[in-house]
C-alpha cells in the first residue's frame, strides 16, 4: 500500500491550493479515505473523510465551506480542494485510508506542507 501526496505549499490568506493523494498497492474504490493534518506544535486533527460508495464527505467544523473533498477512482486519487486559506490552515496535511478517530488510519501518506503566510 502506498499513499503519496502533493500540491501542498505556500500561499496568502484568501488563496487556494488543491492536494492530491495518488494511492496504490489497494482497491482504492472499496475504502473510506480521509485528510488530516498536523499543525505546528498541535495534535493530529482530522479534516475530512469520503465513502467509498455513495460519496459521501464529511468535515471537520473549521474547514467546512471552505475545503471540499472528492475521489476519482478511476485514477486512484483523493483529493482536498482548499479555499479562503487561513493561518491556522498551516499544517503537514496526509491523506489516511480508514480512518478513525480513536484508531487513527491502517495506512498513511508521508504528508505534504501548507503554508499559509503574508
Known amino acids: 500500500v502506498q499513499l503519496v501526496e502533493s500540491g501542498g505549499g505556500m500561499v496568502q490568506p484568501g488563496g487556494s491550493l488543491r492536494l492530491s493523494c495518488v494511492a496504490s498497492?489497494?482497491?482504492?474504490?472499496?475504502?473510506?479515505m480521509s485528510w488530516v493534518r498536523q499543525g505546528p506544535g498541535k495534535g493530529p486533527e482530522w479534516v475530512s473523510t469520503?465513502?467509498?460508495?455513495?460519496?459521501?464527505?464529511y468535515y471537520a467544523d473549521s474547514v467546512k465551506g471552505r475545503f471540499t473533498i472528492s475521489r476519482d477512482n478511476a485514477k486512484n486519487t483523493l483529493y482536498l480542494q482548499m479555499t479562503s486559506l487561513e493561518p491556522d490552515d498551516t499544517a503537514l496535511y496526509y491523506c489516511a485510508r480508514a480512518y478513525g478517530s480513536s484508531t487513527g488510519a491502517d495506512y498513511w501518506g508521508q504528508g505534504t506542507p501548507v503554508t499559509v503566510s503574508s
Open positions: 469520503i465513502n467509498p460508495g455513495d460519496g459521501s464527505t
Open positions: 498497492g489497494f482497491t482504492f474504490s472499496n475504502y473510506d
